[in-house]
């Protein structure tokens, strides 16, 4: 019985001998393995020394070179002064003086020729004389008056005036020849009652009972007080 439990123990016997055989190489190993000691790198510094020159060795000066004579110079031209040119001097022109304010003009209305009234009263004595010779019982009168624009160019400078026409009337109602028999001073004004007796419609004269042409003495006032 003890022989058959010496067998059965000898796999454990052998592991341990194999495990003290391991452990005892392992730490002979240790003792003989060394580790390597690490060595420290010396750092070098490289320092450059310049040294300067000495005084002595410093390079001596150089010797000046010797001056040149100097060259003749020629002699420069004498430029002769220019003539002095005379600066006109500007003439400074007047001012002129602040003119004077000037006064109001007042409005002149130019006094109207006068008609003279025996001048009128001949022409109209005779024509009438010329027609109670030829038989005329009625005179040639305006159908409605002979209407006269006023210039406007008159009424702004004040011209007023009478102008006394001499009026042809035709037997068919209108106006023959014109003709300024008394002047009112102003062109303007006989000019515009030439051109309204022109345009006006009359009732002729008759003589016998028959229209007959006729002349008529017509007098057209501009009075800007009227208007």
């Given at each position: ?184 001073g102003f062109r303007r004004l006989d000019d515009a009652a030439v051109h309204a007796a022109k345009k006006a ?27």
């Amino acid at each position: 019985m003890q022989t058959g439990k010496t067998i059965a123990n000898l796999p454990l016997l052998i592991g341990g001998i194999l495990s003290v055989a391991i452990h005892g190489l392992a730490l002979y190993s240790n003792g003989l393995y060394t580790p390597p000691v690490p060595q420290m790198e010396t750092g070098r510094t490289v320092v450059h020394l310049t040294l300067a020159p000495s005084v002595a060795t410093q390079a001596a000066p150089p010797e000046p070179e010797p001056e040149k004579p100097p060259e003749p110079k020629e002699p420069e031209p004498v430029i002769p002064d220019p003539t002095p040119v005379p600066v006109p001097v500007p003439v400074s022109e007047p001012i002129p003086e602040p003119a004077a304010p000037l006064e109001p003009v007042e409005k002149t209305i130019p006094e109207p020729v006068p008609v003279e009234e025996p001048a009128l009263q001949e022409s109209v004595e005779q024509i009438a004389s010329m027609q109670e010779d030829k038989g005329v019982i009625t005179q040639a009168q305006p159908m409605s008056g002979i209407s006269a624009t006023y210039p406007r160019t008159s009424q702004r400078r004040g011209e007023e005036g009478t102008v006394v026409l001499s009026i042809e009337v035709l037997s068919t109602g209108k106006a023959g020849k014109v003709e300024v028999v008394e002047s009112s001073g102003f062109r303007r004004l006989d000019d515009a009652a030439v051109h309204a007796a022109k345009k006006a419609t009359y009732a002729p004269a008759k003589q016998f009972g028959r229209h007959i042409d006729s002349k008529l003495i017509q007098p057209l006032i501009f009075d800007l007080t009227e208007k």
